[in-house]
């Protein structure tokens, strides 16, 4: 079993940066990819970003490319999402999640453990 939780959520105003961390206390959390994802009000939850195990493949959503970078230190059993240049579109709460496997999702169905979510307001 692995449980998540996120925070560094908070506001700010556009242009701006936050850097959300994803902590688990479960001793297997380096075998598992973890992704990002997002969910506005009134719209479906988005894929934002991916990470595999050992950090060494990561993949985006278009809209966060150059933008955002997801990064990871499972001596911490730790995943980070580092978020550049803010938008107000991108505020939404953002939730990790983590998945068994060495390929990188965008899926949602893929991933098998959920966090309960970090709010992210960017002002204009």
């Known amino acids: 079993q692995v449980q998540l939780v996120e925070s560094g959520g908070g506001l700010v105003q556009a242009g701006g940066s936050l850097r959300l961390s994803c902590a688990s206390s479960?001793?297997?959390?380096?075998?598992?990819?973890v992704g990002w994802f997002r969910q506005a009000p009134g719209k479906e939850r988005e894929f934002v970003a991916a990470?595999?195990?050992?950090?060494?493949?990561?993949y985006y959503a278009d809209s966060v490319k150059g933008r955002f970078t997801v990064s990871r230190d499972n001596a911490k059993s730790t995943v980070y999402l580092q978020m550049n240049s803010l938008k107000p579109e991108d505020t939404a709460v953002y939730y990790c999640?983590?998945?068994?496997?060495?390929?990188?999702?965008?899926?949602?169905?893929?991933?098998?453990?959920w966090g309960q979510g970090t709010q992210v307001t960017v002002s204009s």
């Open positions: 999640a983590a998945y068994v496997g060495t390929y990188l999702y965008r899926v949602s169905e893929k991933y098998d453990y």
């Open positions: 479960g001793r297997t959390f380096s075998t598992y990819g």
């Open positions: 990470i595999t195990w050992n950090g060494v493949g990561t």
